[in-house]
């Protein structure tokens, strides 16, 4: 069955450095893949979503890239903020579903400390 | 402009209540998803509906679940008869078509004593 893995610990970073979160998936070939921002007590916020084709997408200070190879994305953020603490999650699409169905990892605590 | 609502934010239920979740989408988007998300985890898909058609409910955990949105916009998560593992944050999320970002409301958070 379809399977994604994001770390499960949480990350600690200094402020103003580079963020790096990895997305893992298995038994999938997936058409796009998406990360969302969750902040404690609210729905994810959309953030990015990378096709298949692309290696790599930018918006600001995310840069997102998709190793279909590797069946990975890695998520980061530069010049990181404590506004950036927060969970984020990677999504695919189901795989035999065009409907937007979403499959989520569980998501990657970050914490920015200033 | 006005995201997705959801309502009540908190729900306390007895075990054995039935209780009924409420999402109103962005107004215009087609397609509506009910999630569940326990705590520490990503949110688990349980049903999917394109305008008022119910065209997925393969993830809906048992038949004491049931959705609705009758008119293609606002929706209704009715749970049956709720048990302790029902307790969980029941997320709503719309977007205009399949495939797209989707935009979720703030949940409503379940606890089933």
């Known amino acids: 069955s379809q399977k994604i893995e994001q770390n499960s610990e949480a990350l600690n970073i200094q402020e103003g450095k580079t963020a790096t979160l990895t997305c893992n998936y298995t038994n999938y070939s997936p058409a796009y893949l998406q990360w969302y921002r969750q902040d404690p007590g609210r729905g994810p916020v959309f953030l990015l979503l990378i096709r298949e084709n692309e290696k790599e997408k930018r918006k600001e200070r995310l840069k997102v890239t998709f190793d279909t190879t590797l069946k990975q994305s890695l998520f980061h953020i530069t010049a990181s903020q404590p506004a950036d603490s927060a969970t984020y999650l990677c999504a695919l699409p189901h795989g035999s579903s065009n409907t937007g169905k979403l499959i989520f990892g569980q998501g990657t605590t970050l914490q920015v400390k200033p | ?113």
């Open chain 2, 1 to 113: 402009g006005a995201g997705v609502s959801q309502s009540p934010r908190y729900k306390v239920a007895k075990r054995g209540q039935d209780v009924a979740l409420r999402c109103d989408p962005i107004s215009g988007h087609v397609s509506l998803f009910w999630y569940q998300q326990a705590l520490g985890q990503g949110p688990e898909f349980l049903t999917y509906f394109q305008n008022e058609a119910q065209l997925d409910k393969s993830g809906l955990p048992s038949d004491r679940f049931f959705a609705e949105r009758p008119e293609g916009s606002v929706s209704t998560l009715k749970i049956q008869r709720t048990q302790q593992e029902d307790s969980a944050v029941y997320l709503c999320a719309s977007s205009l078509v399949g495939g797209a970002e989707q935009y979720f409301g703030p949940g409503t958070r379940l606890t089933v004593t």
